[in-house]
């Protein structure tokens, strides 16, 4: 399974960030599978946001629930996270992932 993360480049506080995860090598509904957003800050360590499941269940953190959204696309094979209100603390490079298996990441950089 390969996992590519969108590019959302630079944005802005209070705004929406919206990242995709495009799979390839394997189903998102495979039995099983529980797709997550995981994030690393700049000299942190990492934090899972969430998940989707095989089923379209969803799972997040507590401390990211508020804002925090992830949705699928079947007919694409792809993984949707939505991070409402971001603020400059939600700088990071953002990865999903399947178990141990990671993309390359994106950076996303929230800055006015």
């Known amino acids: 399974v390969q996992l590519q993360e969108s590019d959302p480049g630079l944005v802005k506080p209070s705004q929406v960030l919206s990242l995709t995860c495009t799979v390839s090598?394997?189903?998102?509904?495979?039995?099983?599978?529980?797709w997550s957003w995981i994030r690393q800050p700049p000299g942190k360590g990492l934090e899972w946001m969430g998940a989707?499941?095989?089923?379209?269940?969803?799972q997040y953190s507590p401390s990211l629930k508020s804002r925090t959204s992830i949705s699928r696309d079947t007919s694409k094979n792809q993984v949707t996270l939505q991070l409402s209100s971001v603020t400059p603390e939600d700088t990071a490079v953002y990865y999903c992932a399947l178990g141990a298996t990671r993309g390359r990441g994106t950076q996303v950089t929230v800055s006015s």
């Open positions: 989707i499941g095989y089923s379209g269940n969803t």
């Open positions: 090598g394997g189903s998102i509904t495979t039995n099983n599978y529980y």
